[in-house]
T-cell receptor, first 111, second 115 residues
Framework: SQTIHQWPATLVQPVGSPLSLECTVE??????LYWYRQAAGRGLQLLFY??????ISSEVPQNLSASRPQDRQFILSSKKLLLSDSGFYLC??????????FGQGTRLTVV | DQQVKQNSPSLSVQEGRISILNCDYTNSMFDYFLWYKKYPAEGPTFLIS?????DKNEDGRFTVFLNKSAKHLSLHIVPSQPGDSAVYFC??????????????FGQGTRLTINP
């Protein structure tokens, strides 16, 4: 069966510090991968998606970037965090039948 | 522009009764709809989905109804159980993204099941 791992679960970072969140998927090959963010009291917003190694599409302009160095690895990064980057970040993958499945999420607090 | 809307931020239902969660969308290109359940500090869990070629899909206690003309879908939970207390998100996607499943989410509805 397929599983998705995301870490860390929580992170507190000072403004201006770098960020690296990692996500890996097991049990499938060439998955479509996604990064979503949930701001407080709001729905989930798609940030980036990838349909293959090295292929990244950005949905919203922001202070973040994404990379896919390996088939089942997806990384969310920032060179300098802003207070507005605080939120709950979720990695997801989708099956050919169009169902999407999420990781456990990372609570990022920028202080 | 909120393409997917869940107009009820919260809903309280008695245990054993039916819970009905509603969702409206504006984009007529959406052709696949999903419901997710989310507990605090956890990722959303897939519940049930429906394609636009259907008007109903059932899985155990969960049934999703789709009214394309009204651009409205609903999730029915029967009977409601205390473990159903969570935030429920409606999501939609179209088939225009080169294979990527770009989900557009509603704001969520917090369902509370009272004993």
């Amino acid at each position: 069966s397929q599983t998705i791992h995301q870490w860390p679960a929580t992170l507190v970072q000072p403004v201006g510090s770098p960020l690296s969140l990692e996500c890996t998927v097991e049990g499938t090959s060439n998955p479509n991968l996604y990064w979503y963010r949930q701001a407080a009291g709001r729905g989930l917003q798609l940030l980036f998606y990838s349909v293959g190694i090295g292929q990244i599409s950005s949905e919203v302009p922001q202070n973040l970037s994404a990379s896919r160095p390996q088939d089942r690895q997806f990384i969310l990064s920032s060179k300098k965090l802003l207070l507005s980057d605080s939120g709950f970040y979720l990695c997801a993958w989708s099956r050919p039948d169009r169902r999407a499945f999420f990781g456990q999420g990372t609570r990022l607090t920028v202080v | 522009d909120q393409q997917v809307k869940q107009n009820s931020p919260s809903l309280s239902v008695q245990e054993g009764r039916i819970s009905i969660l509603n969702c409206d969308y504006t984009n007529s290109m959406f052709d696949y709809f999903l419901w997710y359940k989310k507990y605090p500090a956890e990722g959303p869990t897939f519940l049930i989905s429906i394609s636009s070629i259907k008007d109903k899909n059932e899985d155990g206690r969960f049934t999703v109804f789709l009214n394309k003309s009204a651009k409205h879908l609903s999730l029915h939970i029967v009977p409601s159980q205390p473990g159903d207390s969570a935030v429920y998100f409606c999501a939609a996607s179209d088939d225009q993204s080169g294979g990527a499943q770009k989900l557009v989410f509603g704001q969520g509805t917090r369902l509370t099941i009272n004993p």
